[in-house]
């Protein structure tokens, strides 16, 4: 379980306590007392006896591997850590990425965060980092197949004297419904398994970093991987955020699908309301929401739109929510007895007004799922955005009108997503499946293209700081719809636009028949560069350097987009574009290195001017202007290369 070499510095990395409550109303479990190493791997100093059948395990340098038999039936498994507590600078809690900057305070995180809990309408991951005064920041979780937990921060504790500090840190992580993840162990027998991340300060430079090995370590585990169509990468426009979904037509559609097409984005986002009633319309207006036929006064000949789009070189991607039913559809007589009910078999309504499918039902899930197989059945559809199971009940289903085959909705929920993905990638053409952060996990968002961090239009900055979490996740980041008012200058258009590209895919929801012509101009040349970068090996996903700037890797090199007036940004050694992404018109450089500059060019006048100058190691102040690309000289890199030899 890591080195054992007694001649390398050890530091105490706090303890662990595992404890398995069976069904039967005993208990089980061990505690260890852990050290890391110099180079961060973890060693057991001390631990109780593991309890017969267990096995406890280094799976990684910074991963205990947990393996514990499914007999007698077990009702939860909990992991207590412990470690002293330090002066916290920030803390990132357990989040789906949408909310994480509000607990980032310790004081914050202690008195708003002290209980959290993974479900299906909020899976957030489960990981603490901390940053510690000075520099260190550190971090620990639970790896485990998807599925409830409860996330408890014991200490420090706020209660009616605020803040209590114990002078130590004590957080506790409980899996619930363990039967529906339950595997083969290598007898045969069922067994549970999970993973404890234990990540040292002395590896780590900010909370990027411990989330990016945190999810590292987690892929590995569940055997994920991502994979993300080229067709995902360009940039997308939707209907959702300059308009109520009530004024959307299918000509509207088809005027804004035009200017896209001419401004270089392809990807037509057709969302909530297509079928009737959006999610935005007045509550006392019942949705209808569960029927996903076209609305006949919106989108009379939707068949004709979609082809209409498919002419223009662009494609047509769905939105859509296949475990909502409202109480005005057709469908809600048709599947009322599967939707998610109380004990009288009374549905539950949403605060969105309307109702779910129940997914720990095996004949609901079959509903689910046939909405996806008509949908692609009846309509080319290009793509599927899937929405809204951030709006589930918070109750569970305790139903006496249908069976239910798993105690866990998330474990339902990602069948779904599995099954429905076996259908997409049966399509005999490419399909981008467009998820949120709400609800992907590492293995849900591995069953898509794209994990979008919504909702912040006009709010470009929060926007970014929602795709900095996805990043370092690790997951191909889908930005989510932006827009800017008609009074927005060029320069703004410009820096709304390079926030995106820093922070993953374009996407915008703007009115593209209002724009001026200064603001089309923009569009027009920055996603002419961005398809540059995509030409040169650009993907979905950002790097991030120990300062946290975020970096897109091409195969040509780095480009570094500064987002930040007046920071100091280090340019990296194979850094071949620097982009200007502030309204300021100086960027302050760190290079450790003499670097060659080849010229600049401006995004938004597409000026080039060839100029080859030295730039010394060193601090400097340069003059670049909004949407300025500086471009250096670099060495150019082999390919990577698979084991085989191939190219990758």
Avoid at 328 to 351: E, K, T, W
Avoid at 401 to 427: F, K, M, N, W, Y
Wanted: overall charge negative; some cysteine.
């Amino acid at each position: 379980m890591g080195s054992s070499d007694s001649t390398a510095r050890r530091t105490a990395a706090g303890s662990v306590e595992v404890r398995a409550r069976r069904v039967d109303g005993t208990s089980v479990g061990f505690r260890a007392v852990l050290v890391a190493t110099g180079d961060g791997r973890l060693v057991v100093a001390d631990s109780t006896p593991v309890p017969t059948g267990w096995r406890f395990t280094g799976a990684a340098d910074e991963l205990l591997e947990v393996r514990l038999p499914a007999r007698p039936e077990l009702r939860d498994v909990s992991v207590v850590y412990t470690t002293t507590l330090d002066n916290l600078d920030h803390v990132v809690v357990p989040d789906t990425g949408r909310w994480h900057m509000n607990s980032s305070h310790p004081i914050s995180a202690w008195r708003f965060s002290g209980d959290l809990q993974v479900r299906a309408n909020s899976l957030k991951t489960p990981v603490y980092v901390f940053e510690r005064l000075g520099g260190g920041v550190h971090g620990v979780g639970v790896i485990a197949a998807p599925t409830e937990m409860d996330i408890t921060l014991h200490e420090p504790a706020s209660n009616r004297a605020l803040n209590v500090h114990f002078r130590r840190l004590r957080v506790e992580f409980t899996l619930l419904h363990l039967a529906d993840t339950a595997e083969a162990g290598d007898d045969g027998e069922a067994v549970h398994r999970f993973w404890i991340a234990v990540l040292p300060a002395s590896q780590h430079a900010d909370w990027r970093s411990v989330l990016r090995r945190f999810s590292a370590c987690e892929r590995l585990a569940l055997d994920v991987r991502y994979s993300t169509r080229p067709e995902a990468l360009e940039p997308y426009w939707c209907t959702w955020v300059d308009w109520s979904s009530e004024h959307v037509t299918q000509e509207l559609v088809l005027r804004n699908a035009r200017l896209a097409a001419e401004l270089g984005i392809p990807n037509i986002v057709i969302d909530d309301g297509w079928f009737g009633r959006g999610l935005d319309s007045s509550y006392d207006v019942p949705m209808d929401i569960g029927d996903w036929t076209p609305d006949p006064v919106k989108y009379p000949d939707l068949p004709w739109l979609i082809e209409s789009i498919h002419a223009l070189g662009s494609r047509v991607i769905i939105w859509c929510a296949p475990h909502a039913v409202g109480p005005a559809s057709a469908a809600f007589g048709r599947v009322g007895d599967l939707l998610v009910q109380d004990a009288l078999g009374a549905p539950i309504l949403n605060p969105t007004m309307f109702y779910s499918l129940c997914f720990r039902s095996e004949r609901a899930r079959r509903v689910m799922v046939d909405v996806v197989r008509d949908l692609f059945r009846r309509h080319p559809f290009d793509g599927v955005k899937y929405d809204l199971f951030n709006w589930l009940p918070s109750e569970e289903c305790e139903s006496p009108e249908h069976a239910h085959d798993l105690g866990s909705t998330i474990v339902g929920l990602h069948r779904v997503l599995a099954e429905c993905a076996a259908i997409t990638e049966a399509q005999p053409r490419p399909v981008v499946v467009e998820m949120k952060q709400d609800y992907a996990t590492a293995a849900i968002a591995g069953l898509g293209s794209v994990v979008r961090g919504g909702d912040s239009p006009y709010a470009s900055r929060t926007n970014l700081v929602r795709m900095d979490y996805i990043q370092a996740r690790g997951m191909p980041g889908l930005n989510d719809y932006q827009t800017f008012p008609r009074s927005a200058s060029p320069a703004e258009v410009c820096v709304i636009a390079l926030r995106m590209v820093a922070g993953g895919v374009p996407a915008w929801g703007r009115d593209l028949t209002a724009l001026d012509p200064g603001q089309r101009v923009c569009l027009l040349r920055v996603h002419r560069w961005y398809r540059a970068l995509l030409h040169h090996g650009a993907g979905a996903h950002r790097e991030s350097d120990r300062d946290g700037v975020l970096l897109l890797c091409t195969d040509v090199g780095i480009v570094l987009i500064c987002t930040e007036p007046g920071r100091v940004v280090t340019v990296p050694a194979d850094c071949c574009q620097i982009v200007n992404a502030t309204l300021s018109t100086e960027l302050v450089l760190r290079s450790e290195q003499k670097r060659t500059v080849l010229g600049s060019r401006s995004i938004l006048a597409e000026v080039c001017v060839p100029r080859l100058r030295s730039l010394p190691s060193g601090v400097h102040r340069l003059d670049l202007g909004t949407g300025t690309v500086l471009t250096l000289a670099v060495e150019l890199r082999p390919h990577p290369t698979d084991a085989d030899g191939g190219t990758r």
